[in-house]
């Protein structure tokens, strides 16, 4: 049974790009989320999704982030205009189970933003 | 509304001596603890997780933590480091319907 995966592992853009970042979940899991974590920082929360459907968006910039987990494929984080601030680690997980926060998650091995 | 403290940003241990990762956590009902660790370059694997049972919970590789009601700790242990510790270890709190909050984080150096 694969892991969570994450691609593209590593992600160069220039300012005013966009990024695209996707997460396979694991297999059976129907609940993803999205973290950032900024060097020498813990992650933070970004978004819940389950399919087809935002759960939780509380974390998410109010501009240039959206997130979606469409009934087919992978979940896409889409950061829109990218600035050097949006560099960093992007780390999505993903949990069987429907009882949200509190199920263990099970994380990717990140996306590697660069921003120049 | 739930946060957690990690009281130590860098804790460093001889190889074979115990290892203690402190963590405090602030939440207003029964929350739901966890310790992850994450190696250089790569994702967060879980370690162990508190739900309100055993208030010692054991983890993989030899790690433990104590639920401390009291205290609101739910500090890591390990007997005896090994170099293969050596990563950054992340405590996390979710309460019942919020996200997961994360520590700031703890690295662990282990000297040989």
């Known amino acids: 049974n694969a892991g969570v995966m994450q691609n593209p592992r590593h992600l160069v853009r220039r300012r005013g790009q966009e990024a695209r970042l996707r997460c396979s979940p694991m297999?059976?899991?129907?609940?993803v989320y999205w973290y950032r974590q900024l060097p020498e920082e813990g992650l933070k929360f970004m978004v819940y999704?389950?399919?087809?459907?935002?759960?939780?968006e509380s974390g998410m910039p109010k501009e240039r982030f959206s997130a979606e987990f469409p009934k087919e494929g992978p979940s896409i984080l889409r950061i829109q205009q990218v600035v050097r601030g949006d560099s960093a680690a992007y780390f999505c997980?993903?949990?069987?189970?429907?009882?949200?926060?509190?199920?263990?998650?099970?994380f990717g091995p990140g996306t590697r933003l660069l921003v120049l | 509304a739930q946060s957690v403290t990690q009281l130590d940003s860098h804790v460093s241990v001889s190889e074979g001596t115990p290892v203690l990762l402190r963590c405090n956590y602030s939440?207003?009902?029964?929350?739901?603890l966890f310790w992850y660790v994450q190696h250089p370059n790569k994702g967060l694997q879980l370690l162990l997780k508190?739900?309100?049972?055993?208030?010692l919970v054991k983890g993989i590789n030899g790690f433990e933590a104590e639920f401390k009601k009291s205290e609101t700790s739910f500090h890591l242990t390990k007997p005896s480091a090994h170099m293969s510790d050596a990563a950054e270890y992340f405590c996390?709190?979710?309460?019942?319907?919020?996200?997961?909050?994360f520590g700031a984080g703890t690295r662990l150096t282990v000297k040989p």
């Open positions: 997980a993903s949990s069987p189970l429907a009882g949200g926060y509190q199920e263990t998650q099970y």
């Open positions: 939440s207003s009902y029964s929350p739901s």
């Open positions: 999704l389950q399919k087809e459907n935002i759960i939780d």
């Open positions: 508190y739900t309100s049972a055993a208030t």
């Open positions: 297999k059976g899991h129907s609940h």
């Open positions: 996390v709190v979710s309460d019942p319907g919020n996200d997961m909050r």
